[in-house]
């Protein structure tokens, strides 16, 4: 149930991301790497938050876990191997994230989101307080994981240029599994708990082992971003696990808009772009350490203005100009087409 | 005529609301080939009793058994995958979802297989042909590509039934099915009701005593809990207890 404008904003969103690092500079292809980690971030929230409905709001810290995961398995001063790291960083995250789920998906509503972000203040104060994680300054990553077949390399991650090819597969493999994943029977029940569980449970699906999939799914994912955040950076700290990371990566999905994959893409470009943007001293001198204050308030009027996110605002233009079929497209707007 | 097939019965079903009895010692049986209308005023428990039935409350006390098994324990889905069906007083669906999806997503659960995750759910002949199946029962044919928010509130009603019929109940609890429609509407809904009833057991709670006295085969009047008649509506009608305390005397 693709149509066709979306196929090809995704396909041209990915042409753009491959041809990228030819036209750009150190500067840009560090952005942009550190952007399309975000995204594959805010697709594994997106799951969650836009396809089954449950608000998480402590998912830094499955991506934090992904994260130390990443140096902590990682030999002190030899080149892990990317074949086992990366699966077992995303284990990791996953398995935390069962736990999570397990238990917080027992509560419904706004208890599951502060149930939610409790776990992560606990994953957060482990990490903060105790010395496996190095503490408040964290631990760097000494040398970066490899592939090597047969003594040669075959995928290394050292340079900035590989490691965006990497992430941009790995970006693009996450997306294509979730497209996939949406139109499955799995997906379908998924956006039915979102659109009515009453009426999933009384049709005979038992909700509760499908949202624990989908938490297990999502933490997954988001220790895969965590790994790769890792790798890039070559250090880890504990505020890679604050509820602060976890409202940001919240507020990119509602910026590109709930209940789409391209939401959570265009939201996280967006959302770093902005911050870019108001950090930038270039534009605000002096004024560029107050960036928050310029991020929020653009946040709060994208919201205002744009209910239903970036990904909406095609529609709005439509609808402004063609007037009178609003009506009709505000409650179409959530039909169940999704990519 | 063979023995009555009892599909499901619930036995000395008891719920209370901390000191309040919502529902107080109700025996009930719903045969397959029949209607049973549960009526009684607002608050009088039927909601509750259906809920028990279904497994969305449990019962202080009692138990419910479904074709046979004892299922006061289990919970709500297991049920409806056994096959018992219910609609809600308020409609319960899938707005954002076209009609033709809601019913698909209803007959996915009995063919969830949630691990073909890379199958595109639109494949699964088994759900689509169950679904287009019981659009087509309640009436819904031409309205397949609509979103599901969009139908009249009638619609909505037959929507609720084909979702019901399309996981092949034995068992439809309906409650208040016909609130808010048309005379025309519930004409057809009825029609519906009796097709339906050869091969289910249909619970129907209703507050239109006029429907209820056309399609009933079996008439239980519920007061504060607990049950005052059970019968044929031709004995209930004549009942003084239910004149004095439902009927007002008409």
């Known amino acids: 149930m693709v149509t066709r404008g979306k196929l090809l904003f995704v396909v041209a969103a990915f042409v753009l991301l491959a041809a990228y690092p030819y036209v750009a500079g150190q500067f840009g292809v560090d952005l942009v790497t550190k952007i399309m980690i975000y995204a594959i971030f805010a697709l594994s929230l997106e799951l969650l938050v836009g396809t089954t409905g449950l608000v998480c709001f402590g998912h830094a810290a499955l991506f934090g876990i992904g994260a130390y995961a990443t140096v902590l398995l990682s030999p002190e001063n030899d080149a892990a191997g990317l074949w086992w790291l990366l699966p077992a960083c995303v284990m990791a995250a996953a398995a935390y994230a069962l736990f999570m789920g397990a238990l917080s998906l027992r509560t419904k509503g706004v208890y599951f989101i502060m149930v939610t972000l409790a776990f992560a203040q606990m994953a957060y104060y482990v990490i903060h307080d105790t010395k496996i994680g190095g503490g408040t300054d964290g631990i760097y990553l000494n040398v970066k994981p490899v592939l090597k077949v047969g003594g040669s390399t075959l995928i290394g991650l050292n340079d900035a240029g590989s490691f965006y090819a990497f992430t941009w597969v790995m970006l693009l493999l996450v997306f294509g599994l979730l497209a996939l994943l949406l139109r499955s029977r799995f997906g379908r029940a998924l956006a039915g708990i979102k659109a009515n569980e009453q009426r999933m449970r009384a049709t005979g699906f038992s909700t509760y082992p499908y949202k624990l999939a989908a938490f297990t799914i999502s933490g997954a994912i988001a220790g895969l971003a965590g790994f790769l955040f890792a790798v890039k950076d070559g250090v880890v700290n504990p505020e890679l696990l604050s509820w602060h990371f976890s409202g940001a990566v919240l507020i990119m999905i509602i910026l590109g808009g709930l209940g789409h994959l391209r939401g959570a893409l265009i939201g996280a470009f967006a959302f770093a772009l902005l911050q870019e943007f108001f950090q930038s001293e270039a534009v605000f001198g002096a004024f560029a350490k107050h960036w928050l204050l310029g991020l929020g308030l653009t946040i709060i009027a994208s919201v205002a203005l744009l209910p239903r996110g970036l990904v909406g605002v095609p529609d709005q233009v439509r609808e402004r100009l063609l007037g009178n079929q609003r009506d009709r497209r505000s409650t179409t707007e959530r039909s169940d087409e999704r990519t | ?250």
């Open chain 2, 1 to 250: 005529m063979s023995a009555p097939d009892v599909l499901l019965r619930g036995r000395e079903i008891t719920r209370r609301w901390g000191g309040l009895l919502a529902v107080d010692r109700v025996s009930i049986e719903l045969e397959r080939g029949s209607v049973h209308a549960v009526i009684g005023t607002n608050g009088a428990g039927k909601s509750t009793l259906i809920n028990i039935l279904s497994g969305e409350i449990a019962p202080s006390a009692g138990r419910v058994e479904l074709l046979g098994h004892d299922v006061t324990a289990w919970p709500q889905p297991r049920r409806a995958r056994a096959g018992l069906g219910r609609s809600y007083q308020r409609s319960t669906i899938y707005p954002s979802f076209s009609v033709f999806e809601n019913c698909r997503l209803a007959a996915q659960a009995r063919n969830q297989k949630p691990w073909l995750w890379w199958q595109s759910a639109q494949r699964c002949e088994a759900s689509t042909t169950a679904a287009r199946a019981a659009a087509h029962r309640a009436g819904l044919d031409e309205l397949l590509e609509r979103p599901a928010g969009l139908l009249s509130h009638g619609q909505k009603r037959q929507l609720e039934i084909a979702m019901c019929l399309a996981i092949a109940p034995e068992v439809l609890l309906l409650d208040e099915p016909l609130a808010g429609m048309g005379a025309e509407e519930t004409d057809r809904m009825l029609a519906l009701l009796a097709e339906l009833k050869a091969s289910h057991a249909i619970l129907l709670v209703e507050h239109d005593m006029d429907a209820v006295f056309r399609i009933a085969d079996r008439i239980t009047v519920m007061v504060n809990g607990a049950v005052i008649a059970s019968d044929t509506p031709q004995a209930v009608r004549l009942s003084p207890a239910v004149q004095a305390a439902y009927l007002g005397g008409h």
